[in-house]
Structures are given as C-alpha cells and as structure tokens.
C-alpha cells in the first residue's frame, strides 16, 4: 500500500484519528450504497451476508466506472472473501462503500473494501473486506492471465 | 375446483372450520419449506417478498415431483402473481406450501398456492397465492403450446 | 382514477400509444431503482419475487419524500399484492418505479406501481402492480384508523 | 484443531485424498442444505454472498441441535467472515454443510464450516469458511462473556 505523498503518510501517523482515516484517504474510488429495507435481518441491522452483496455492487461500478472492465466478457470469480464487522449498520444510515485494487497478480487479483457511514460529517467505518478475483476463462473453465488492457487500467488508476 | 368426492364436499360444508380446511384438502401436493433467517425483516416476520420465493420454490419442487416438467427445457415464465397475507410467519414456525394447477389453457395455466403453519396439530393457512404461468420459448421469445406430455401430467395429477 | 385534466384524457384516448402513456401519466411520484447483480437469476433477467421488493422500496421512498410518513412509527402491513409482468428487466436496464395512492379507505389503502425502463428516451413498461396497505397497531395486534395527517397528506398529495 | 485418535490422524496422512477426507472427518455436525433457484445469479451458479446465507443457516440449526444455545436470548454476532471458494455450486448439486467450533476464547469462539456437493457417492468441497462468534449483550451494547452452559456444551459436543 503506497501512500500518495510522503507528507501526507506523516500527517497520518501522529495520532489515532489521523490513522483511521488514512484507511480510506488510500482508496480513489468511492461509491454510495443504497441500502433496502430487506437488507435488514430481525435484530434491525444489515445481516452479514448483505455485506458480501455490497462489496459486489461496489466492484462492478468501480470495474464499470474506474476500470473499464468487461467483466461480462472476461469473466471474474471471486477466490477468497473475508470481512471484519466493526459497527452494524442500521435503518437510515447514509452509508458508501470504498474499492481498491491493493494487489495485481498474473491471474489474480485483490480488491480492498471499506464500507462506511456518516454521521454529523464524519466518517464511521463499518466494515473493511478483501476478495481475491481470479480472471477465468468460462469456455476452458480455468483460470486465464489478466487481461493486458485491464491490467494497464488498473496500475494507472490505482497508481501501483 | 373439484372436491375429489362429493361426500367430502358435505362433510366439509358442515362448519365453518371444515370449509377452511377444505381449501387446502383440494390440493394433491404439498412440500416443507426451509425457512431461513434472512426471510425475516425486522418487524420480525418473514418479509412479504419472500412469499413469491417460497412459492417459486414450491412450484420448483411441483413440478420436478408431481409434474416432472422440465422446466428448464420448456421455459415457462411467469405473466401474473397475486397474493393475500392472512397470518403473519415468524421465526420458528413450521411453515409448507401446497400447489396445485387450477386452470389449463392453451399457452398458460395456474397455480394456486397455499402456505400454512402447524401448530397444535393444526393447519393455520397464512397467504393464498395464484400465478399464471406463460410456456415460453427463449429462442423465439413467445408464447408457445403447453407441451403435450407435460398437459396429460397436469391433467392425470390434478384430475382435472 | 382520476385523469388531471378532461382535455388530457381526450387527449390520452386517440390512439393506443396516449393510452399507455397514460398509466404512468396519472402518476405524481418517481424513483430511480437501482439493479443489483443478485437480482438476476439464472434466466438472465431480474428474478419475478425480486419485483415485491422493488415495490417495497418504492412505497418506502414514497411515504418518506411524497407522504412523510413515519411508517416505523404507525405500522403499514401489507394485505394483497398482485403484478403483471409486461417486459423482462436485463442487466444494464436503466429502472425505474412510479408510485401512487390509488384508494383510501378506513383503515387501508391501495397503492399502484408501475416499474419501467427507459431505451432510446422512451419509457418501456416492465410490470404494473398493486398493493394493500393496512394501518396496523403492533401492540393490539389489529388494523387502526389511517392517521388523519397521513391521510390528509396523501389526498393533497395525490389530488384526489 | 485435534484429530479424534491419534491412529485416524496417521491414516489420514497417507495420501493426498485422506487429507481432504480429513478435512471434513473432524466435524461432528452435518446439515442438508436446500438450495433455492434464487440462490443462483445469471452465472448459473449459487452467488458468492449466498454461501455466507448458508454457513448462517449451518450455524444456525448446529447452535440448535447440537449446543442448544439459545441465541435470540444470549445474542451472538459476527466479528469476522472468510471463506475459500473452491467449487462452484450448480442448479440440481445436492449440498450440505459441516459445521464446528474450532476455538473457545472468552468472549469470542470461532465456527469454521465446509460445503460440499455429493456426486456419484463422493463428497466434493466446495467451500471452507470460518466466521469469529462474538457473544454479545444487546442491552449493554457489548460483548460479554461466554455463558457457561453453553460453553460446556460446546466442549463436550466437539470433544475439545
């Protein structure tokens, strides 16, 4: 994870504050989150499951938008997920969700994710996940090297 | 609708408890259904979406037991769905959907759907659904004639 | 249903096309839907129960931006839901749902969808639905009176 | 994680099938699980957030049946989710998910759960997933420890 200046990984350092937010000053790429009423399991929070389909929602826009990735063409299947629950989100919560590309491989690829909500102009981090995406080739049924174009993108947008 | 004896159908008629039961006793199929903790939304009751799944589950299993349609041969898309909620379902209730083909046509039929709850031995019905199913063919896209076999099925399991 | 003008309605009778445009006409509220990649099933075009929950999140901005009802607060549950399935919803469709009280009754109300999307700038409509609403205390377990404010607010809203 | 006897730990290690044999021998509980039509996006195959539904429903019924914890009294969430996607699950796979609490902390005990599909016989995995369980007090707003019985429970169910 490269920070985009030297100054600015400083700044981060000097108190706690500054670290939680250098976690989503690193992602460029950003998208709001429009959260449904079936979202939400009996205990009134989005049900864990639900964050899985966010963090899908937030890849295909970010590929859509970001990248430029005819995922349709080139297929994407998802090798690992992981999560870590920090604050439940609940009925009316303003919340957006973060998408990085933190890793580019030969075959395979990770996504970073944070999902967030605000409140009173702040901030709150809800969750943070990881996927590793694996181009794959739905004809040989087999994983494929990534596209070159793609990669390309990747590396520009996300300045590795 | 065919009451399958007429001596049933009196004894049905005799109060008002048998007529309720009677609108389940006309259906020849009836399947379990798993309820999942993500059915329920937070006013704790299984959300009112999911009726039209647990029905597509229970037309699913119709026809693959009862029918051996194969559906994903000859499309069949769905042209209407209507329901009423009659008792709320909640977390642990041991809920079964009933099915039954009620009309025949020449490119649609309907199904008619009843989900109940058991409690105390008893069969509480909570909705009552209907969709009108359109045999479709994916390549032309339109209507096409109730395939032949899958008729006579219909016809032989439903006594119609 | 109550055409604005007597002119419009002459106007919306000439042809076929005026009739259809007409449904969505007489409409007074819009909301952009958006698509999720799990809304589609296997068939390739957004799974038929998906559309209950589509109507749900437009009744659900309707009431908080064209009602501002506090519908947490005094309970809605739904009695009956039917849809008619015109057109299939595909990955990419730009959707969009209308919304309106239709009816206002003691202690319900209906309300009418219409979900459409757009191609080329003209409306396509996907599926017309309706549903009963019934004001439901939680504590009694048993439909109340429509609040007088709400009820107000949906006849200024609606001009019926 | 700790073989049962020290003997089946040597036959496991014999050759690379053992092995995956293993993987799945060291659980004690195993549920069916029932797919739903739904549950498959337009890829044909069950969507990647749904697995996350399915290890709900395996720990779920396993918190039931094996550990009888009541988990709407004593409530639990999820701190942590991951899961190896190793197999994908088609239309018509006959699943079922092993599921085992593989450490007991204070406040915290992880589940981890693997997913197979049964062809000709034999078990294929599709998944392995672990989630961290964090006993929680709805009240306080905060976890707390692991109640006693259940922790019992536990031990003695998994021979830990």
Known sequence: MIFKTFWRKKEKLKDKKSVIESKTDIFKYRSALEMRFTDLDMMGHVNNAVYFTYMEIGRTKYWQQAIQ?????????IGQASINYLKPILLGDKISIYVRTSRIGNTSFDLEYII?????????????????????????????????????????FEQL
């Open 116 to 156: 967030i909500k605000e409140k009173n102009g702040e901030e709150i981090v809800c969750s943070k996940g990881k996927t590793v995406c694996v181009v794959y080739d739905y004809e040989s049924k087999s994983p494929v090297q990534i596209p070159l174009k793609e990669r390309n993108k990747m590396i520009e």
């Open 69 to 77: 990735w005819d995922w349709k063409k080139t297929g994407v299947v």
